[in-house]
T-cell receptor
Framework: AQTVTQSQPEMSVQEAETVTLSCTYD???????LFWYKQPPSRQMILVIR??????QNATENRFSVNFQKAAKSFSLKISDSQLGDAAMYFC???????????FGTGTSLTVIP | SAVISQKPSRDICQRGTSLTIQCQVD?????MFWYRQQPGQSLTLIAT?????????ESGFVIDKFPISRPNLTFSTLTVSNMSPEDSSIYLC?????????????FGSGTRLTVV
């Protein structure tokens, strides 16, 4: 089975600064999707950004961008101009191109310091 | 994307009892997924619920403990049976919208279950 590793249980960032959350994964597949989900205290899982493995270009959604290194099986999330509302648990997730199950990392708790 | 209503949002239950969690979607979806998130942990898939067929359970989860219903394309229930304190978790449903693609994956807001 695929595994997703988030090696940073906790991170903090000053408001308006930039922070990068790390994620690595293990797979033998060549086609797949990668995601970053945000889970605030409300528990709602919110999709932040997604990346198709066949695309070389890194995905970007406003202040959120990824650094996708397919050969290294690395998928980091960069949050620019951090805001207080960005404080949450962030989960990296993998989904096979043909399957339906998500494989989640253990999460990184992000604190934004005013 | 789909909008999911999950009920109850939280509950405190006695050991040995059962709780049924409901997941209602505002549009038809092909597949519905039930996840468990134990305290401080990531999400683990319990089972996949398809309309008109038996749910498919992941390793470590059995139908007797977590019976699932999927009577139509907009609704599913998960029952946590004969509960023990180890079942205290957040339970979330997730859906894939009809037509496939990755854009339709949405999660409910979860049910926080505490077993005493």
């Amino acid at each position: 089975a695929q595994t997703v590793t988030q090696s940073q249980p906790e991170m903090s960032v000053q408001e308006a600064e930039t922070v990068t959350l790390s994620c690595t994964y293990d797979t033998s597949e060549s086609d797949y999707y990668l995601f970053w989900y945000k889970q605030p205290p409300s528990r709602q899982m919110i999709l932040v950004i997604r990346q198709e493995a066949y695309k070389q270009q890194n995905a970007t959604e406003n202040r959120f961008s990824v650094n996708f290194q397919k050969a290294a099986k690395s998928f980091s999330l960069k949050i620019s101009d951090s805001q207080l509302g960005d404080a949450a648990m962030y989960f990296c997730a993998y989904r096979s191109y043909t399957g339906n199950q998500f494989y989640f990392g253990t999460g990184t708790s992000l604190t934004v310091i005013p | 994307s789909a909008v999911i209503s999950q009920k109850p949002s939280r509950d405190i239950c006695q050991r040995g009892t059962s709780l049924t969690i409901q997941c209602q979607v505002d549009s038809q979806v092909t597949m519905m997924f039930w996840y468990r998130q134990q305290p401080g942990q990531s999400l683990t898939l319990i089972a996949t619920a398809n309309q008109g067929s038996e749910a498919t359970y992941e390793s470590g989860f059995v139908i007797d403990k977590f019976p699932i219903s999927r009577p139509n394309l907009t609704f599913s229930t998960l029952t946590v049976s004969n509960m023990s304190p180890e079942d205290s978790s957040i339970y979330l449903c997730s859906v894939e919208k009809l037509g496939g693609g990755i854009y339709g994956y949405t999660f409910g807001s979860g049910t926080r279950l505490t077993v005493v």
